[in-house]
């Protein structure tokens, strides 16, 4: 993963291309928050980008930092996952807290990392709180609505409401000063931010566990938890696909967003929207952001972004063949140990030319 960091950071640096978005370089504390303490004020300057608000976020809450570190890494696994089957794969995610202009720029793909950074930031603080690693924080009080006569309000809840205080203030931060960017920029991702928070308090649902004799369930305690990252990845992602361009209005003493095309709506609460439209990610152009598809493998009998014919762009594709060499047929034996036999497999893979 360091490899493909600075290989990805020589390679916008050599054309000039790099570009500081504060909005997310809290990302790069993956780079150099992982390994640190964070039991002492001066660790909150280890990170050049976080603005003045975010700074004193941290050394007022440091035990939060273990929290923030862990959603820069989900985030970033989260993004490469999520697009592993597109042309644009996130993989300049992994250049933090540097970027290329793919997500420095307004873009539909830097709304999507915004929505995300937002909705992880206040996910691991919820998820932590229940965990028992925060004092400042418990388990999420029991829900306000009653219970069915089939269950009981127990167990401990993510406590969603303290994440989203927290995550909002530590990732919204960057947006609310004036240095970060245009208003414009800074309205879209605000807005983006508020989408992915969104969808995380959509994420939360009922959870339950069976007490009784031989699992008979005669007593069943739920509670309120958050669902998976993949879930709210995936969601997010659909709205990406939806995303909506936008510009800025002045409407009355107040500047908003409307739609490009449809001037006369608003734009909706769950809409990811963008400013500037995205090249098509075929082709290597570092002043657009993209690192192009050459040597990126596809599949050859899928018809989704996956597929050759869309990943390669119309250039075509080299077929490899490649022997796997692996165990197989293991057996156990009393006692103690297994043994295996070494099988070959030859598999096929398909590269953009």
Not at 8 to 32: E, N
Not at 147 to 154: E, K, L
Not at 186 to 208: F, P, S, T, Y
Request: net charge positive.
């Amino acid at each position: 993963m360091t490899a493909c960091r600075n290989f990805l950071l020589l390679f916008a640096s050599s054309l000039d291309v790099i570009y500081q978005c504060t909005g997310i370089s809290w990302l790069g504390l993956t780079a150099d928050g992982s390994s640190v303490g964070w039991n002492q004020t001066h660790h909150c300057k280890l990170l050049d980008g976080l603005v003045p608000d975010q700074l004193q976020l941290c050394k007022r809450n440091l035990e939060l930092m273990h929290s923030i570190v862990h959603a820069a890494r989900l985030t970033k696994s989260a993004c490469r996952s999520s697009f592993s089957d597109m042309r644009w794969n996130c993989s300049s995610i992994e250049s933090a807290p540097h970027f290329t202009p793919d997500l420095a720029k307004g873009t539909r793909e830097a709304a999507f990392v915004f929505s995300l950074a937002a909705a992880l930031a206040s996910h691991s603080i919820a998820r932590a709180c229940a965990s028992g690693e925060l004092p400042s924080c418990s388990c999420a009080p029991a829900p306000s609505e009653q219970a069915a006569p089939d269950f009981r309000w127990g167990g401990c809840g993510d406590n969603v409401r303290y994440g989203l205080q927290m995550g909002s203030a530590f990732s919204d931060a960057p947006m609310r000063n004036r240095r970060s960017g245009p208003q414009a920029f800074r309205l879209i991702q605000l807005h983006n931010n508020a989408v992915g928070r969104q969808a995380l308090m959509d994420a939360l649902e009922m959870k339950c566990k069976c007490h009784g004799v031989s699992g008979s369930c005669s007593v069943k305690t739920c509670w309120k938890g958050l669902q998976d990252i993949n879930s709210i990845s995936a969601d997010l992602k659909s709205k990406y696909l939806s995303a909506t361009k936008v510009i800025p209005r002045q409407i009355g003493t107040r500047r908003q967003l409307v739609p490009r095309e449809m001037e006369v709506r608003p734009v909706g609460e769950n809409e990811l929207v963008y400013l500037v439209s995205s090249p098509d990610y075929c082709s290597q152009n570092a002043k657009q952001g993209s690192f192009g598809t050459t040597d990126r493998q596809c599949n050859k009998t899928a018809t989704g972004s996956e597929s050759c014919g869309l990943m390669c762009c119309g250039r075509g594709y080299n077929a490899y063949t490649e022997v796997l060499v692996e165990r197989c047929q293991c057996k156990y034996h009393w006692c103690c140990y297994v043994s295996c036999k070494t099988c070959h497999r030859t598999i096929e893979r398909y590269v953009c030319k």
